[in-house]
């Protein structure tokens, strides 16, 4: 493809096929981490944010976006960082949650919106949405740990079905 | 140096799930020390990338609080002392959201999301080991009655800090100590701890003077990338 031809379409659908490397059933466009797509005199240009702070996948990830690009015939397409607003995983797409379920990972809950209280700072006084198995579906859980295996997940523990699972934080 | 610190734990915490929660939140603040030190670099204009800044300074040239430099201690030390910080961070990532510098606002809004979860963490447990055992007791008590002479640190503001709050850039340190007293307050009350009467003595961290234990933390933090200059990861 030349890039006179590119819309910002054709570039999300070659963005598509760049995934997560921690975790390879979601792409970066369903991920809610490409924020936009915009050309300059031909030249093309990725808006990213980062998913966490020190998230190690994203150096990754631009680099496999760079490279994806360049085999599509856009060798000087650019890469920028935008800190604002800060990803939410409420910009998952619900394909992408439902990939993560079957995989064994619960999806996000819908962010709560802080109230800015110490009630939010301490947990043992916070209320805390139920977080269903991914395997049999049963509400009958209990949290383990807010960190998990990556600085996205928390640890969880299924009652029912006796099983442990990630829950990809609400974030 | 609060990130570098609290990785010495990695491999090291008591179960498994602590240990994987401090190596997660030391990952997210070595993150935001990353995102800060290369927006600092920008500004200065010198060249100066974000590994410069922190693999390449000496310790007179740190302006952290000297609270984060201590060695880690037992559990007990290393939880209350990441409280008392977590506190003092999430009110101060708060205000910085507000910076009229917007990739400052933005790596504040970023960072503020990351410290909610880790206060709750370090909150929880200041309550579980205060409110524990005898020995859970007195160990949490001893790290609170040892840390808290340095807590006064992080309220200082320098001329650099409110030029710029006057600018609208940077944020009114002092105005941020009653709110973190009233949830450091909320919290030892939980946890059946006393905080110290002694007024918090230890000065001049955000001024380059530190404790004996920064030195032989950097030497350590920083000896890869100065044994091999240029090297990259």
């Not at chain 1, 640890?155 to 829950?167: E, L, N, Y």
């Not at chain 2, 840390?147 to 944020?171: C, I, N, P, Y």
Request: proline fraction near 4%; charge should be negative; glycine fraction near 8%.
């Amino acid at each position: 493809m030349s890039s006179a031809a590119a819309t910002r379409e054709s570039i999300l659908e070659i963005l598509a096929e760049v995934k997560d490397p921690e975790l390879p059933m979601i792409d970066v466009v369903e991920l809610g981490i490409v924020r936009d797509v915009t050309f300059d005199n031909g030249h093309l240009t990725v808006d990213i944010t980062p998913t966490y702070s020190g998230c190690p996948a994203m150096q990754v990830i631009e680099k496999e976006i760079i490279a994806s690009l360049a085999a599509h015939g856009f060798e000087d397409a650019r890469i920028r960082t935008v800190y604002s607003p800060a990803w939410t995983t409420d910009w998952m797409t619900d394909a992408a949650r439902e990939k993560l379920r079957e995989h064994g990972i619960a999806p996000p809950h819908l962010v709560e919106v802080s109230d800015g209280g110490i009630a939010e700072l301490v947990s043992l006084r916070r209320a805390k949405p139920t977080t269903q198995c991914p395997f049999c579906g049963s509400a009958n859980t209990v949290e383990k740990s807010e960190f998990g295996s990556t600085a996205c997940k928390s640890i969880h523990f299924c009652s029912a079905c006796h099983q442990p699972f990630d829950h990809f934080k609400s974030f | 140096m609060l990130g570098h610190r609290l990785s010495e734990w990695c491999g090291h915490g008591p179960i498994l799930e602590e240990d994987i929660a401090l190596a997660n939140i030391a990952l997210d603040l070595i993150g935001q020390a990353t995102l800060l030190l290369k927006l600092a670099g920008e500004v200065e204009g010198k060249g100066r990338s974000e590994d410069t800044l922190a693999y390449f300074r000496e310790a007179i040239d740190y302006r952290n609080v000297q609270m984060l430099e201590l060695p880690n201690g037992d559990y007990a030390f290393t939880i209350v002392r990441q409280f008392l910080f977590d506190v003092f961070s999430y009110h101060l990532l708060e205000e910085l959201q507000k910076s009229a510098n917007k990739e400052l606002a933005g790596i504040a809004a970023k960072g503020f999301k990351e410290v909610r979860y880790h206060v709750r963490h370090s909150s929880e447990w200041v309550v579980r080991m205060g409110d524990g055992t005898e020995e859970s007791h007195m160990r949490a008590q001893k790290a609170l009655d040892h840390l808290w002479r340095f807590t006064g640190q992080m309220f200082e503001a320098d001329g650099v800090d409110k030029l710029l709050f006057s600018e609208r850039v940077g944020a009114d340190v002092a105005a941020i100590q009653p709110k973190w007293r009233a949830v450091v307050e909320d919290v030892m009350k939980r946890a059946t701890l006393t905080i110290p009467n002694d007024p918090p003595a230890m000065t001049g961290g955000r001024k380059g003077r530190h404790t004996e234990h920064l030195g032989h933390m950097l030497s350590e933090m920083q000896i890869v990338a100065r044994s091999h200059p240029g090297a990259e990861w």
